[in-house]
């Protein structure tokens, strides 16, 4: 059973506000990712990370920022959130280069 | 430009019958391939996969056809169940270098009891 765990689960904020999304697995895997999706489309990678101290930015052009200190939390920051943030951001983790096992995602909603 | 496309937005099948889950790609160099299941409000759940060595992998009712020289695969359900329906996400990724997995738009399944 994956355990991956994304902190909030539903966010409505207002522009111009600080978030930061909350990622955590216990699974110990080194490899972590941020992916974002919209509604019928694919999920688009914005981050990843293959260990503490290892951040890079993903295929989409992301304005948020991400930071790995420890190997278990991946959490990603946006500093001033804007109508075009309102989005599906899902956390995923892997051991190898195969399967990732995402969590249940944050729906973030800005107004 | 899209390295992994599913072309059929929504597929509707009877329940018991098979359903049949079509992926593409562009990109030779990718030699692993998955299959994931997502309800909404949930994030994505693993199904199966299959290495490119492989043109057949099978675990219960859902096996992956993978066709090289097409750049094709698909996945098979059957027989549905009505909890099968969700939306389908194909993805692949190269097993050396940055292992970034790519994904399809998705493909939403519905059975029909």
């Known amino acids: 059973e994956a355990d991956i765990y994304q902190t909030p689960r539903y966010l409505v904020i207002g522009t111009g506000k600080k978030i930061t999304l909350e990622c955590s697995q216990t699974?110990?895997?080194?490899?972590m990712y941020w992916y974002q999706q919209d509604p019928g489309m694919e999920l688009h990678l914005i981050h990843y990370?293959?260990?503490?101290?290892?951040?890079e930015k993903g295929d989409l052009s992301s304005e948020s920022t991400v930071s790995r200190i420890r190997t278990e939390h991946f959490p990603l920051t946006l500093e001033s959130a804007r109508p075009s943030h309102t989005s599906q951001y899902l956390c995923?983790?892997?051991?190898?280069?195969?399967?990732?096992?995402f969590g249940p995602g944050t729906r973030l909603t800005v107004l | 430009d899209q390295q992994v496309k599913q072309n059929s937005p929504s597929l509707s099948v009877q329940e018991g019958r098979i359903s049949i889950l079509n992926c593409d790609y562009t990109?030779?160099?990718?030699?692993?391939f998955l299959w994931y299941k997502k309800y909404p409000a949930e994030g994505p759940t693993f199904l199966i996969s299959?290495?490119?060595?492989?043109d057949k992998n099978e675990d219960g009712r859902f096996t992956v056809f993978l066709n090289k020289s097409a750049k094709h695969l698909s996945l098979h359900i059957v027989p549905s169940q009505p909890g099968d329906s969700a939306v389908y996400f194909c993805?692949?990724?190269?097993?050396?270098?940055?292992?970034?997995?790519?994904f399809g738009t998705g493909t939403r399944l519905t059975v029909i009891p």
């Open positions: 699974m110990g895997h080194d490899k």
């Open positions: 299959i290495s490119s060595i492989k």
């Open positions: 990109n030779s160099m990718f030699d692993y």
């Open positions: 990370s293959y260990g503490v101290n290892s951040t």
């Open positions: 993805a692949a990724n190269t097993q050396t270098g940055a292992n970034n997995l790519f």
């Open positions: 995923a983790s892997s051991l190898s280069g195969g399967e990732q096992f």
